[in-house]
């Protein structure tokens, strides 16, 4: 038996979109199947703008040029993510400011925002950690009250909701990730979704290397021209074509998903109610996308010994994030205050089980895992 950690599903009309592409003969971004995607990101997550980009990481720096991050100025995000959140502001000289996260969603811990706030903070990031939504009641009244940017990492939240809002569709910003790891994919990909129109203008000119190149095709504008800081940001029509496929069967990638995700969840009651492991939890306001299964184990030894019984028995599990405060760019270019004792324990307890559409042995991963203990 050989089961992998992730199998990147295929909705079969991948290939016919890119041909229509090719027929098309229009290759460069922003054509016919990056409209599409746009229009669908904008109907379902209700977002003001939606705009497709390399990845999520080309998104957030994206994100990082509008909320003009310059030398010294702090954002505030959780250490417990994928380095990108941080790097982002980073390459504008920003400094990370690492708060600790829940210990139920494993989420930014919104009751410690405040204490982190200083004269030089600009913005806070909440990551959605595994498809499930930070509080974003919470952060976005914050936001309010201290005049701070609200820039979502939902690069796993698409599908998902918090009080019925799309994840990424909160904040001023939000940033969606189709890597080949997540739930819907394009190999890269990623989008910024733009909630708060008074940016809209400007993030179409900072992804079109500072021109206002997307007004001259709408026929605003008579010629285009460089008009503001900016990179290349935007994926050609090949990329989009294949996104195109798979955002049309979100849905139903999604509701695979979920039977799987609750498959394991069933599964595992047994032994939680033993005291042996905890399984995720989900607030009640928030609907997630079955983007992980992950357990807690009760330490790093349990988890290295059930990692290595898994791959014994051929099923591939693993763990997730080294905590960015303590990696040495994280130690370089962040800063944290108090103790990040949540996110330290987390670390070493954490362990993500095989998830994808079509996997069937989800009930055989929970036997293994009972005997296991
Ligand atoms: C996957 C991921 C990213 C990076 O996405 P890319 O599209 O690979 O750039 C950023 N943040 C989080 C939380 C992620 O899970």
Redesign the pocket.
């Known amino acids: 038996m050989s089961i992998p950690f992730n199998k990147p599903y295929m909705t079969g009309k991948e290939l016919w979109y890119i041909s229509q592409a090719h027929h098309r003969g229009m290759l460069a971004g922003d054509g016919h199947f990056t409209r599409q995607c746009h229009t669908w990101l904008e109907s379902q997550t209700g977002c003001h703008k939606a705009l497709l ?8 720096e994206l994100a990082a040029l509008l909320t003009d991050i310059g030398p010294g100025d702090e954002v505030i995000m959780p250490s417990y ?5 941080a790097n982002a502001f980073v390459l504008r000289g920003g400094v990370p400011v690492f708060v600790d996260i829940r210990p139920d969603t494993l989420n930014l811990d919104e009751t410690k925002i405040e204490a982190a706030i200083t004269d030089r903070t600009r913005a806070i990031v909440p ?3 595994a498809g499930v939504g930070c509080d974003m009641e919470a952060i976005m009244d914050i936001a309010d009250r201290y005049d701070l940017l609200v820039i979502e ?4 939240g698409l599908m998902a909701t918090r009080n019925d809002k799309a994840l990424g569709s909160i904040g001023h910003f939000g ?5 080949e ?2 739930n819907v994919i394009s190999g ?3 989008a910024l979704l733009v909630n708060d129109e008074r940016f809209v203008e400007r993030a179409e000119i900072v992804r079109e290397k500072g021109t206002n190149r997307s007004q001259f095709f709408r026929g605003q504008v008579d010629k285009y021209t460089w008009i503001d800081v900016g990179s290349s940001y935007l994926p050609g029509e090949l990329i989009a074509a294949f996104l195109l496929a798979q955002l049309e069967e979100a849905t139903e990638i999604t509701r695979r998903r979920l039977d799987v995700w609750q498959q394991y969840h069933e599964g595992f009651e047994g032994l939680e109610g033993k005291g042996l492991l905890r399984r995720p939890k989900r607030p009640a306001e928030c609907q997630h996308n079955a ?1 992980m299964y992950y357990l807690l184990v009760e330490n790093l030894d349990v988890r290295t010994a059930l990692i290595q019984y898994l791959k014994e028995k051929g099923v591939h599990a693993v763990f997730h994030y080294v905590p960015l405060h303590s990696s040495p760019a994280g130690i370089r270019y962040g800063r944290f205050d108090n103790d990040l004792l949540v996110t330290d324990a987390i670390g070493d307890r954490l362990l993500r089980l095989p998830l994808f559409v079509g996997l069937e042995d989800a009930p055989l991963i929970v036997d293994l895992i009972e005997n296991f203990f």
Do not use: M
Not at 53 to 60: I, P, Y
Not at 153 to 156: G, L, P, S, V
Not at 175 to 179: A, K
């Open positions: 980009t390399h990845s999520c990481t080309a998104a957030l993510t994928f380095v990108s959140t990551v959605h950690y990492d939902a690069a796993q940033t969606l990730s189709f890597h790891t997540k890269e990909g990623g983007h």
